[in-house]
């Protein structure tokens, strides 16, 4: 099976532009969702879809970050208009839901390393 | 505040013998752990559980061990092998939001021939 792909790989943009990120989850798993690590810290949640609703968007750092799965499939993360701060890697996972009652461990994409100048 | 810690940056080991990489939780509601394993410009690949239910669960050369009262577990890999070397993830869900993985900063390990 196709893992999780992300594009792009890389991203250098200049401070006050957008940049909107790509995230292919694998076939048939309902949840997606967004990480961000940055400067070598832990990977923190942003947000987790299921399907196409926003089940859990508490980790949104602010305004300028908007995501969406159109028909539950791929998913797209906008940053508009890009801070400095807003460099880092940006992971995307997806899984299905297990028998436990959790979601089954995520699989993740290899990242879109942002950074912003 | 960072609910999932993980205190060592780094751990080196010699190959074949035992790695310890421990991680701590402050959030009492946690109650499913996890371990993912990190390679250079890779996304983190899911290693090993353990639901709060257990205090110990091995698969293969993996072991985590949780200790609930201490809100403390650590991932054993025994013997370690050189392509092992790569940034350890702790992680931590809770029951109440089954969807959500908390992240601690990882712990790169190096193991050497």
């Known amino acids: 099976e196709a893992g999780v792909t992300q594009f792009p790989s890389h991203s250098v943009i200049e401070k006050g532009q957008t940049v909107t990120l790509r995230c292919d989850p694998i076939?048939?798993?309902?949840?997606l969702y967004w990480y961000r690590r940055v400067m070598g810290k832990e990977i923190k949640f942003l947000l987790h879809?299921?399907?196409?609703?926003?089940?859990?968007e508490s980790g949104m750092p602010n305004n300028r970050f908007l995501a969406e799965r159109t028909g539950g499939t791929y998913s797209t993360l906008k940053v508009q208009p890009a801070e400095l701060e807003d460099s880092g890697v940006y992971f995307c996972?997806?899984?299905?839901?297990?028998?436990?009652?959790?979601?089954?461990?995520?699989?993740f994409g290899n990242g879109t390393r942002l950074t912003v100048t | 505040d960072q609910q999932v810690k993980q205190n060592s940056p780094s751990l080196s080991v010699q190959e074949g013998r035992i790695s310890i990489l421990n991680c701590d939780y402050t959030?009492?509601?946690?109650?499913?752990f996890l371990w993912y394993k990190k390679y250079p410009a890779e996304g983190p690949t899911f290693l090993i559980s353990?639901?709060?239910?257990?205090d110990k669960n091995e698969d293969g050369r993996f072991t985590v061990f949780l200790n609930k009262s201490a809100k403390h577990l650590s991932l054993h890999i025994v013997p370690s092998q050189p392509g092992d070397s790569a940034v350890y993830f702790c992680a931590a869900m809770s029951s109440t939001n089954a969807g959500k993985s908390t992240f601690g900063d990882g712990t790169t390990l190096t193991v050497k021939p």
């Open positions: 959030n009492s509601m946690f109650d499913y």
């Open positions: 879809f299921v399907k196409e609703s926003k089940q859990d």
């Open positions: 076939s048939g798993h309902d949840n």
């Open positions: 353990i639901s709060s239910i257990k």
């Open positions: 996972a997806s899984s299905t839901r297990s028998g436990t009652g959790y979601n089954s461990p995520l699989h």
